[in-house]
């Protein structure tokens, strides 16, 4: 039995294509198929596999179905956790996605889902991410401020819904704990952030995110071991379509 993720599907079986990237980078050509191909490969039944956000283009449900009916198909038990994109998905209406969907899909926010002896706890994140300005040798002089304080404000929403799923999970006896977040921890100003605190303050072993894909982005934020947690991005393109093997 393994633990796997990957995020940024981007499906858009029933929408509207938009994004630049999708549109003209030959790693997105014929993703779907890849990614499929790759899940019959390694995912077993008994795996896990969490897919952390952004995963359908469509504006609403009605224009999800197929998506998450490709991503109900893929073998193992599946989580979802919520996206940027995910405009199907409010945070009240959880509840109504899982009684849906169940028992192919696993919506997961506000509460933690278990692998092992380990709580898995998620939520979308948030980071400051410009504008920024910048000068003739491409180094940053400034920002946005009214952005950043915008910024704020959807980052302590954010931890405060990531502390409740610590909690529920801490109260329920758990003390080893896998994080997930959309958005990256950490933007490329911080050394560490409110998320990183969180997952330090718990004792989170790893921290899996995405959002950050297409080259330019891969180093927003932090790779590999940093203040005794261990940092992953999965963003499909990063991975090649590849799931990453969080836990054996």
Request: hydrophobic share 35%; with cysteine.
């Amino acid at each position: 039995m393994s633990l796997y993720a990957i995020g940024d599907l981007h499906l858009h079986y029933q929408s509207e294509l938009k994004a630049p990237n999708q549109l003209k980078n030959r790693i997105w050509k014929k993703h779907e198929e890849k990614f499929r191909k790759n899940c019959g490969k390694m995912i077993r039944e008994e795996d896990t596999l969490v897919l952390v956000g952004d995963h359908s283009w469509g504006r609403n449900l009605s224009e999800c179905q197929l998506d998450l009916q490709y991503i109900s198909d893929l073998p193992g038990r599946k989580i979802l956790t919520r996206g940027n994109h995910d405009m199907f998905w409010e945070v009240n209406k959880t509840g109504r996605l899982n009684e849906l969907y169940k028992p192919g899909l696993n919506f997961l926010q506000n509460n933690y889902e278990t692998y092992q002896d380990y709580a898995l706890v998620a939520t979308k994140g948030f980071t400051f991410e410009g504008p920024f300005y910048i000068d003739r040798r491409n180094r940053i002089v400034g920002w946005d401020r009214e952005a950043e304080d915008h910024a704020k404000k959807l980052v302590k929403r954010e931890l405060d819904r990531l502390r409740l799923a610590f909690e529920l999970a801490k109260g329920d006896g758990f003390r080893k704990f896998i994080l997930f977040l959309h958005y990256p921890p950490t933007n490329i100003l911080e050394d560490r952030s409110g998320f990183t605190d969180l997952a330090e303050e718990y004792g989170a072993e790893k921290v899996i995110y995405a959002h950050s894909h297409g080259e330019s982005r891969f180093h927003d934020s932090i790779h590999g071991e940093y203040r005794g947690r261990t940092y992953h991005l999965v963003s499909g393109d990063y991975l090649r379509w590849k799931p990453l093997k969080v836990l054996a």
